[in-house]
Antibody, heavy 119, light 107 residues
Framework: QVTLRESGPALVKPTQTLTLTCSFS??????????VSWIRQPPGKALEWLAL???????EYSTFLRTRLTISKDTSKNQVVLTMTDMDPVDTATYYC???????????WGRGTLVTVSS | EIVMTQSPATLSLSPGERATLSCRAS??????LAWYQQKPGQAPRLLIY???TRATGVPARFSGSASGTEFTLTISSLQSEDFAVYYC?????????FGGGTKVEIE
């Protein structure tokens, strides 16, 4: 059974760095074709893809946010970590992690974690 | 970046009616197009991938098709549980991109 769960702070201050962890089970990020991605959704708005890491530790980032994002994995812990620097109120959103298998779509999603940026 | 444009923004229909949702890509994405359903307070759920392949457990009333860069999600007969927001997403090019969503609401 594949599951993913996001964790991290619910509230961060402007200019701070956000660190989010995606803990997963039911699959391995060592398996060929497996990737984990982060996607966010501001309240009442559309989904926005942020970053991805694959089984070979190759990474891809959103064009507009690449200078602020870092994605990494800890295979032994079955975790993927996303850091986003210089947080701003416009970054307030629900942040999801999701799996991709075999170059396909996001087949499994976590429940998401709401992050509010406010002083 | 490939821009995905969904229309209409809102679709007001009654249960039992047919729903047709559109998604246009700004350039070719081949068949690497997925559709997701999202209900309030929930994560998106994969419905369709590779343009027309239903994900596991998705009812047969959901179908996907394409003509060039125009993609369509059809719900043949709306059930009460189908009223939700639907997103398309291309996974042919980096960065991955989503459409703005279509809300299917009860008329």
């Amino acid at each position: 059974q594949v599951t993913l769960r996001e964790s991290g702070p619910a509230l961060v201050k402007p200019t701070q760095t956000l660190t989010l962890t995606c803990s997963f089970s039911g699959f391995s990020l060592n398996t060929s074709g497996v990737c984990v991605s982060w996607i966010r959704q501001p309240p009442g708005k559309a989904l926005e893809w942020l970053a991805l890491i694959d089984w070979e530790e190759e990474t891809e980032y959103s064009t507009f946010l690449r200078t602020r994002l870092t994605i990494s994995k800890d295979t032994s812990k079955n975790q993927v970590v996303l850091t986003m620097t210089d947080m701003d109120p416009v970054d307030t959103a629900t942040y999801y992690c999701a799996r991709i298998f075999d170059s396909a779509a996001f087949d499994f999603w976590g429940r998401g974690t709401l992050v509010t940026v406010s002083s | 970046e490939i821009v995905m444009t969904q229309s209409p923004a809102t679709l007001s229909l009654s249960p039992g009616e047919r729903a047709t949702l559109s998604c246009r890509a700004s350039q070719s994405v081949g068949t690497t197009l997925a559709w997701y359903q999202q209900k309030p307070g929930q994560a998106p759920r994969l419905l369709i991938y590779a343009t027309s392949t239903r994900a596991t457990g998705v009812p047969a009333r959901f179908s996907g098709s394409a003509s060039g860069t125009e993609f369509t999600l059809t719900i043949s007969s709306l059930q009460s549980e189908d009223f939700a927001v639907y997103y398309c997403q291309q996974y042919n090019n980096w960065p991955l991109t989503f459409g703005g969503g279509t809300k299917v609401e009860i008329e």
